[in-house]
C-alpha cells in the first residue's frame, strides 16, 4: 500500500507544479521561448511538457515495487530460473512501442523550435499522463498475478503512453543540445543493459545483496531528494529546479540506475516466478527508461538547464 501511495504522490505533486507554471509564465524560463514570438505557446507547452516528462519519470522508481523484490531476493534461493530469459524479448518490445510513442509525440511539436506545433500536443500528453497511472495499476496487478493473456495489451498500451509522455523530455533535449544528447542517451542506456546483462547473471549472492542495498539506499534518497526539489522549487526555482541541485540529482540518478539494472539481473530469478516474466520485464523496463530519462536531464543540466539568454 505504501508503494502504490508513494507512487501515485510522485507522479501527481510535480504534475502540479507544471500546470502551475504553464498557467504563470511572466519570466519566459522556457527554452526557446520569446516575449512576441507568434509560437510561444507552443515552445512554453513543449518546455512544460519536457519537465513533467523529467519529473514523472524522475520519480518512476518507487512505482516498480523494487524495495519489496530486494526483501524477497534475500534468501538467494532461485523461484524463477528462466524468467529472465522469458522477459527479456517483452522489454525489447516495450522499447520499440516507447520510440513509437515518443516518435508521436515530437511529430506534434514546434520542431525545429520556431515552427508551429499542434495544439493538441499539450491536452494529448496529459491525457496520457493520466492513461499511464490506470494502466500501470491494471497491468501490474495482471502480471504479478500470472494473468499474462490480460497484461500483455495492457503493458503494451502503457509503453505507447509512456513514449507519448517521455517526448516532452526528448523535444526538450534536442532544443537544448541537439540529436547528438538523445543518441548519447540511447546508446549509454544500451550499453548498459549489455554489460549488466552479462555480469548481472553471473553476480555472487554476497556481491549481488550487497549491491541491491546499495541501490535500496540509494532509492531512498533520491525520493527524498526529489520532494526538497519539488518542494523547494515553489520558494526557490532558480536554485533548485536549475543549476547545481539538478546536476546532483540528474548525476545521482544516472549512477543509481546504473546500479539498479545490474541488480535487476540479479533480483528478477530471485523474485518472480517463470510464469511472472512479464512482471519482471515491467520492472526491468521501467528500470531503463528511468535511466534513460535520468542521462538526458543531466545533459540538459549540463546545458544550463535548458535556458537560453
Known amino acids: 500500500m505504501w508503494s502504490v501511495i508513494r507512487w501515485f504522490s510522485a507522479l501527481w505533486m510535480p504534475m502540479q507544479g507544471a500546470i502551475k507554471r504553464t498557467l504563470a509564465d511572466e519570466k519566459g524560463h522556457c527554452p526557446g521561448v520569446r516575449w512576441g514570438d507568434p509560437h510561444r505557446a ?7 511538457a519536457g519537465k513533467m516528462s523529467a519529473v514523472i519519470w524522475g520519480t518512476m522508481p518507487a512505482s516498480s515495487n523494487f524495495q519489496n523484490a530486494i526483501r524477497e531476493a534475500q534468501s538467494s534461493a532461485l523461484v524463477g530460473p528462466n524468467v529472465v530469459n522469458k522477459a527479456l524479448p517483452y522489454v525489447g518490445g516495450g522499447m520499440v512501442l516507447t520510440a513509437l510513442g515518443v516518435l508521436g509525440g515530437l511529430s506534434m511539436q514546434p520542431m525545429p523550435p520556431g515552427q508551429a506545433g499542434s495544439p493538441l500536443f499539450f491536452p494529448l500528453f496529459i491525457a496520457a499522463f493520466i492513461g499511464e497511472i490506470v494502466l500501470f495499476f491494471m497491468a501490474s496487478s495482471a502480471a504479478n498475478n500470472a494473468n499474462n493473456g490480460k497484461a500483455l495489451p495492457l503493458l503494451s498500451a502503457f509503453s505507447l503512453l509512456t513514449g507519448f509522455t517521455l517526448s516532452g523530455i526528448v523535444g526538450l533535449a534536442y532544443q537544448v543540445a541537439g540529436m547528438g544528447s538523445i543518441a548519447t542517451a540511447v546508446i549509454a542506456t ?4 549489455v554489460i549488466a546483462s552479462v555480469v548481472g547473471k553471473k553476480m555472487s549472492d554476497s556481491v549481488g545483496q550487497a549491491l541491491s542495498a546499495v541501490v535500496g539506499l540509494g532509492l531512498i534518497g533520491l525520493i527524498i531528494a526529489m520532494v526538497v526539489q519539488f518542494i523547494g522549487g515553489f520558494f526557490a526555482p532558480e536554485m533548485f529546479q536549475q543549476g547545481t541541485f539538478e546536476l ?11 546500479g539498479m539494472a545490474f541488480v535487476d539481473f540479479y533480483t528478477m530469478p530471485r523474485t ?15 528500470t531503463y527508461i528511468n535511466l534513460f530519462v535520468f542521462i538526458l536531464r543531466l545533459v540538459i543540466a549540463l546545458q544550463g538547464g535548458g535556458r537560453r539568454d
Do not use: K, P, S
Open 248 to 258: 546532483m540529482i540528474a548525476g545521482f540518478g544516472t549512477v543509481l540506475f546504473v
Open 190 to 193: 544500451g550499453l548498459t543493459f
Open 272 to 286: 518472480y516466478r517463470d510464469d511472472q516474466y512479464l512482471a519482471g520485464a515491467l520492472g526491468m523496463y521501467l
Open 42 to 48: 507552443e515552445n512554453h507547452n513543449l518546455a512544460v
